[in-house]
C-alpha cells in the first residue's frame, strides 16, 4: 500500500477532478465488474489516461478481449478473497463500483475502510458530462416500476421537440457512452436503479422524477432494509433538481419525497396521475390526457395532448402504460417540449417501438 502521505495527496486530487479537461493522466483507479456500465467505465478511463485494472468473478471473453486491446489491466476469479487481494496489491487511488456492487460489498467496504474514494459509473459520468461543448441536460428518473418505458417514451418526446437525446442507464447504454458521444446531446435520460441512487454524487438533474415507491424498488438486499432507508434511496433522485420534480400524487411516498428534497431554488413540483389535475399537474380529464402544469392559466386552464380512445387504437391505453405517457409528458415539457410536439411523439411511439423490436 501507499505510505499516509501519498494516500492523502491522491485522494485530494481525486476530490478535484470535476470536468474530462482536468488532468486524470496516471491515475490508478480499479473498476469493480465487467458488465456494461463497468466496462464502459474502463473504456472512459483509458481514454482519460489512467491506469486502469478491471476487477471480476463473471467470465466475459469478449470484453476481457476488449480491454486487452485498450490497454487495460484485468483480473478475475469468483472467489472474494482472491479479488480483494489483486485489489489491495493493486493500492488503487479510485475504485469505480459497477451498480451490481452494493454500499456492503466486501470490496466496496475495504476500499471504504482504506480511505479510497469509491465512485459508481453515474456520478463518474456527471464529473465528465463535458467532454463536448454541447452540455446535456440531465432529466433523471427512478422508481419501482416503468422506468425503462419511461425514459424512452421521454427521449422519443424530447427528439420530436427538436432536441438532441437518448435514454441511458437501465436497459439502454450506459452513461458514459453518450457522454462520449462526439456530437453530444442536448439532454440524457438516466434510468437509475436504487444501486446506482446510492451513489450519485453531486448531481444536478434538470427535472427528475420517482415514478412510483415500494419496498421492492430496492432491489435483491430489500429484505434486508427498512423501508425508510429504501424511501430514503429512491428520493435522493430529487436531490439538486433544477426546475421539475415529477411525482406520482397517487402514491403519498413520492410527494413526500418532492416536500423534503433540498432543490436547487426555483424548482416546481409538477404532479401525474390518472384523475383530474390540479393546477401545476398531468392527468385525464373526460377522457382526455391533459397538462395543467406549464400552462400559464394553469389555475383554469390546460393544454389537450392525447385522448384515450388514440391510446386505445394504438394498445397504448392501459392504467400503468397511461401513467408512464403522463410522467414522461411532465419531463418534456420541463425541457420546453410544445404539447403538440409530445402529441406527435406519442402518437409515433407504437410505430417506433415496433422498429426498435
Known sequence: MQASGERASARARVARLASWHDDWSGLRVAVLGLGAAGFSAADTLVELGCRVRAVHAVPDTDRERLLDAIGAERFRAESRPERLGDLAAFAPDLVVASPEYGLDHPLVAWASEHGIPVWGDIELGWRLRDKTPRVADWICI?????????ALLTAHMLVAGGLRATPAGG????????????????????????????????????????????????????????????????????????????????????????????????????????DSPPPSGFGVVEGILVDRGFHAERRSEAYEIVTLDELARLDLASPPMVQNLLAASALARARGVEPAEIAQAILGYHRASRERE
Open 171 to 274: 436497459a439502454g447504454s450506459p452513461v458514459l457512452d453518450a457522454l462520449r458521444d462526439p456530437r453530444g446531446y442536448d439532454a440524457i435520460v438516466v434510468e437509475l436503479s436504487g444501486r446506482q441512487l446510492a451513489r450519485l454524487g453531486e448531481v444536478s438533474p434538470y427535472a427528475s422524477a420517482c415514478l412510483n415507491f415500494a419496498v421492492a424498488a430496492g432491489g435483491e438486499d430489500a429484505a434486508d432494509r427498512d423501508a425508510e432507508a429504501l424511501w430514503a434511496e429512491q428520493a435522493r433522485v430529487y436531490e439538486r433538481t433544477q426546475v421539475a420534480c415529477v411525482y406520482n400524487r397517487a402514491d403519498r411516498a413520492t410527494e413526500r419525497m418532492v416536500e423534503e428534497a433540498d432543490v436547487v431554488e426555483g424548482a416546481r413540483a409538477v404532479s401525474f396521475g390518472l
Open 142 to 150: 427512478a422508481g419501482d416500476r416503468g422506468k425503462t418505458t419511461t
